[in-house]
């Protein structure tokens, strides 16, 4: 009855199972080892093993099973030195990476009167071959972490991997550098917000609520609480089911100086401007004032002096006197920074850069044509700064049309209303712009000028104003169009403003 269960359990484990003497002859074979070695029971039965399996080292086997026998107990072979006992070819699979099945042995005491023992043969090949795999993707994934951190590290910009809530958990070596971080401060105990300065937060954590990928202006906090302006830009990506965020960090210092040096030599070239401007303007008020003077003197000199002609006289030169401050208050409040914005009318604008222009317009004999489409045409913004650029843009529209020695010279002023924009449209009669610098001349230093009269600072001025602190847009082109029958030609900037929500 036992032997029969015996068999049974025997004949259906999904194991092998043999007895063998201790000369390792053959004394039972189970049906799987029948199945997997292709040898019958009764081909092997009471024969040595040896005869069947050449290969196997007879010394070791049995060793383990003298000591199995000895000691009455259980003794294993060591899996990491010898992988399988019974040479079993696999079937090959596309990726399997083993040719043989991999066994582990274990050897128990049977009978030790009769010094047999019992085999337990384990097919382990699955799960060799899982922890292969898992090695190999190990290694793999060491390498490329490697990789990674090489990567990450030769990037010249601040690199910062983030969870979702913000807290760091990777930041590059430029990164380190440019947060001046401290040898025992872990960013693993960081959140980003503590890199940001103060003012920059509010904008930081709308961008990181929001989640799409921008690049704009901060203040970043260093470990050390000193701080400098940055271009960060951050990006969500999904890794193993769970959002992280990149962010990236560009120390901006230097080139806000530049852009500093440059704006500020563009205000000098400015205040250049206006300085002609004043001479041209004062040149006629001066002369009145001069020669009113001297017919007093005249008239004293002669004794004619009534006190009517001196009460004209004296009127004349106030009044021309008042003239003269006013420019001057004009022109003040034109190099002045706003500080704020406000609520202006684009018309009033135009009407404010012809005044400052006036006297270098009549000089150059230039006809100026306006053409207003609308009553008003209302923004909110900087008056001062939209003054200036405009005023770059009817400068250089006087000095083509000089230089070029046109002989009609007008510059043409369309003010329009469309949708929620307002457009400011102007234009010469100079033949326009040389296709190739048209694309190049809202860069800074870019001139076609003299050195003496042309820093190439004008319309980058222009151009920075209109597209960032006005929210607009300034275009150019070369324009065909006729004026009272004729046909003309010339460059024609378009400035796009958004109009201010009532
Ligand atoms: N209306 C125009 N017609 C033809 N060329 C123009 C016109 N306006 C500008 N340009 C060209 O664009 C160049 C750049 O103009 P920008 O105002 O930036 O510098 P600039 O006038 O040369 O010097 P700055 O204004 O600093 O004194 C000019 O040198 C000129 O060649
Ligand atoms: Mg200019």
């Known amino acids: 009855m036992f032997e029969n269960q015996f068999n049974l359990i025997c004949e259906t484990i999904n194991s092998g199972i043999l007895i063998l003497d201790k000369d390792l002859n053959v004394k039972f074979w189970n049906r799987w080892m029948e199945v997997q070695t292709k040898i019958k029971e009764e081909d092997i039965k009471d024969k040595n093993l040896?005869?069947?399996?050449?290969?196997?080292?007879?010394?070791?086997?049995?060793?383990?099973?003298?000591?199995?026998?000895?000691?009455?107990?259980?003794?294993?072979?060591?899996?990491?030195?010898?992988?399988?006992?019974?040479?079993?070819?696999?079937?090959?699979?596309?990726?399997?990476?083993?040719?043989?099945?991999?066994?582990?042995?274990?050897?128990?005491?049977?009978?030790?009167?009769?010094?047999?023992?019992?085999?337990?043969?384990?097919?382990?090949?699955?799960?060799?071959?899982?922890?292969?795999?898992?090695?190999?993707?190990?290694?793999?994934?060491?390498?490329?972490?490697?990789?990674?951190?090489?990567?990450?590290?030769?990037?010249?910009?601040?690199?910062?991997?983030?969870?979702?809530?913000?807290?760091?958990?990777?930041?590059?070596?430029?990164?380190?550098?440019?947060?001046?971080?401290?040898?025992?401060?872990?960013?693993?105990?960081?959140?980003?917000?503590?890199?940001?300065?103060?003012?920059?937060?509010?904008l930081v954590k709308r961008n990181l609520e929001s989640g799409d990928i921008r690049t704009y202006e901060v203040y970043i906090k260093r470990d050390d609480d000193t701080y400098f302006p940055a271009i960060v830009s951050g990006q969500v990506i999904q890794l193993d089911n769970k959002k992280k965020r990149i962010s990236t960090i560009i120390d901006i210092s230097n080139l806000k100086e530049k852009d500093r040096l440059i704006t500020r030599q563009a205000k000098l070239a400015d205040m250049g401007q206006m300085i002609a401007n004043i001479a041209h303007q004062w040149r006629q008020p001066l002369s009145l004032i001069s020669t009113t003077a001297s017919g007093l003197k005249l008239y004293e000199e002669l004794g004619k002096l009534e006190s009517q002609t001196l009460n004209d006289s004296l009127d004349q030169i106030m009044l021309t006197t008042a003239h003269l401050s006013q420019t001057i208050d004009d022109f003040k409040n034109f190099i002045k920074d706003d500080k704020e914005k406000t609520v202006f009318d684009l018309n009033e604008i135009i009407q404010k850069d012809l005044t400052l222009l006036e006297g270098i317009i009549k000089t150059s004999h230039i006809k100026i044509v306006i053409n207003r489409k609308n009553e008003d045409i209302i923004m909110k913004g900087y008056p001062n700064e939209l003054t200036q650029a405009i005023v770059n843009i009817i400068t250089n529209a006087k000095d083509v049309l000089e230089d070029r020695n046109i002989e009609e010279r007008y510059i043409f002023i369309e003010l329009e209303k469309i949708n929620s924009y307002g457009y400011l449209r102007i234009y010469d009669n100079a033949n326009g712009i040389n296709d190739d610098i048209i694309d190049k001349i809202f860069e800074p230093y870019f001139t076609t000028k003299h050195k003496s009269q042309g820093t190439g600072l004008g319309l980058f001025m222009t151009h920075r104003i209109i597209k960032d602190s006005m929210d607009g847009e300034v275009v150019v082109k070369n324009l065909k169009f006729t004026h009272k029958g004729k046909e003309y030609k010339g460059a024609c900037f378009t400035i796009e403003l958004p109009l201010h929500k009532l």
């Not at 010898?82 to 005491?109: C, E, G, H, R, W």
């Not at 440019?178 to 920059?200: A, H, P």
């Open 50 to 202: 040896l005869d069947f399996y050449e290969n196997i080292n007879s010394k070791i086997l049995s060793r383990k099973i003298k000591t199995t026998l000895r000691l009455n107990s259980s003794t294993f072979y060591n899996s990491e030195q010898i992988n399988y006992l019974f040479d079993i070819k696999l079937n090959k699979i596309a990726d399997s990476v083993f040719y043989n099945m991999q066994q582990s042995i274990t050897i128990s005491p049977f009978d030790l009167e009769k010094e047999l023992v019992v085999v337990y043969v384990y097919d382990t090949t699955l799960l060799r071959e899982t922890n292969y795999k898992l090695k190999k993707s190990k290694k793999e994934l060491e390498e490329k972490n490697d990789e990674f951190q090489r990567m990450i590290n030769a990037l010249t910009e601040g690199l910062i991997i983030s969870d979702e809530y913000g807290n760091c958990e990777i930041i590059n070596k430029y990164g380190k550098e440019l947060l001046r971080l401290k040898k025992n401060t872990r960013i693993k105990e960081k959140k980003l917000l503590d890199f940001v300065c103060e003012k920059s937060k509010d």
